[in-house]
């Protein structure tokens, strides 16, 4: 008889799919660029679901293209206990961000449909809509509107640099659902990811059982001064956008350093007219803060907003500032986070307690249900990167705990 104590995924067949989806977006690195609601997007959401269909999977979709496949559980009148991520990645995109919590999580129910293994409550796999926030910002974006952070409306108006809008792409490749965001219901939701840092490697650590998630804020900067001739306008007299937006950079990684273990970064930058001879007019880039206390991330965003006026001052420019995005700090579910544990302890597999650095789709679930995260190592903490890497044997790892966290937690429901 098979007992939720020696179900046991197939690490290679989680590999293969791996591999597979890879095509989808893959760039020449070995990576994928595969944005969010884009062509490439597509081909991966549609073999997502004709997968999770072959398992005999229900498969809907909700207004903002957030996909949800379930499979019936012995009590109809339980919620299911949902697992899932991300299929989208940044433009230059590992294999593993994102997708493995979904392909994860596929594996999972596979080894329940391989053996017939019947749960109390409805077992669901999720496919958040952009949590990179690298095409369209902010980040974790429909997983917010899930939630009730964002708006429908707010979610469907934000523009890429081109100017296309979300909600105009979500129908043009077929995935603007007829459900409404929140709607579709689950009790708890685990998320399986890569550490996307370097702890769990350097400790030699096989699973991270994560606690909960930094506070994060994003802002967009526009810097503004003045386009000339670089060989017809003396030093003294040029209001160099560039040379302000550089000195303001070198603040804002100085805010980090002042504040450690947070971190301050400048990751999107656009000059303009971007001539070799003319002397740039206006710089338009981005700033990204986070850090565990929100107390020091209020006094890092003051540092910050203090230091960008007093350099433009200083170089006869113009600044203009303004926060996009608040994701304040998380603690995950403590019930949760034990079935993290005993499902590692149960597979046999050393543990480390963490907070995660990056953000996740997990951060603001956890504000409508119970949500925890398991991790595992990335070689070298590389990641939103085409080098980014991880093992047949850590992948597999982490879709087995995934697997015997979810049957604790349905354990107690019996």
């Not at 959401?45 to 019936?72: H, I, Q, S, Y």
């Not at 961000?97 to 594996?107: K, P, R």
């Not at 007219?273 to 986070?290: H, I, K």
């Not at 603690?331 to 543990?351: H, M, N, W």
């Amino acid at each position: 008889m098979t007992s939720r104590t020696n179900l046991t995924i197939n690490p290679q067949r989680l590999w293969d799919s791996l591999m597979e989806t890879a095509a989808f977006g893959g760039t020449p690195k070995g990576g994928i660029k595969r944005l969010t609601v884009s062509d490439e997007d597509k081909r991966v959401r549609d073999w997502f679901k004709a997968e999770c269909e072959k398992l005999g999977c229900t498969v809907e979709v909700d207004e903002v293209g957030n996909m949800f496949a379930t499979r019936p559980g012995k009590r109809k009148d339980l919620a299911p206990i949902a697992m899932g991520s991300h299929l989208d990645t940044q433009p230059t995109g590992g294999k593993f961000d994102g997708v493995l919590g979904v392909l994860g999580a596929l594996e999972a129910m596979c080894t329940l449909v391989d053996m017939g293994y019947e749960t109390n409550a409805p077992i669901m796999i999720v496919n958040w809509t952009n949590e990179e926030g690298s095409r369209f910002a902010p980040a974790m974006l429909c997983s917010g509107v899930y939630a009730g952070v964002f708006t429908t409306e707010f979610a469907y108006s934000r523009e890429d640099r081109q100017g296309i809008k979300l909600g105009d792409e979500l129908a043009r490749i077929g995935y603007k659902g007829k459900a409404k965001a929140g709607d579709i219901k689950f009790q708890a939701m685990f998320e399986l990811h890569i550490e996307q840092g370097p702890i769990l490697e350097a400790e030699a650590k096989m699973i991270g059982v994560v606690t909960g998630v930094q506070g994060m804020r994003w802002y967009e900067v526009t810097v503004t001064g003045q386009e000339s001739h670089t060989g017809a306008t003396p030093m003294g007299l040029r209001k160099n956008a560039l040379l302000g937006a550089a000195r303001m950079i070198e603040a804002i990684h100085q805010v980090g350093m002042n504040n450690l273990p947070g971190v301050a970064s400048v990751g999107l930058l656009e000059n303009r007219p971007n001539s070799r001879n003319v002397v740039p007019g206006e710089v338009f880039f981005t700033v990204d803060l986070r850090h565990p206390d929100e107390k020091v991330l209020d006094k890092m965003e003051a540092e910050y907003q203090t230091a960008l006026p007093k350099i433009a001052a200083e170089t006869g420019i113009t600044v203009e500032e303004k926060r996009i995005w608040i994701s304040p700090a998380v603690k995950f579910d403590a019930p949760l986070i034990d079935c993290v544990r005993e499902g590692a302890a149960q597979a046999g597999y050393s543990t480390r307690e963490m907070a995660s650095g990056a953000g996740h789709d997990a951060a603001y679930i956890a504000r409508v249900a119970p949500t925890t995260m398991v991790f595992v190592p990335c070689l070298g903490g590389i990641s939103h990167n085409e080098a980014e890497s991880t093992t047949l044997e850590e992948c597999g790892a982490g879709s087995q705990v995934l697997l015997n966290a979810v049957l604790a937690y349905d354990g107690k429901l019996a």
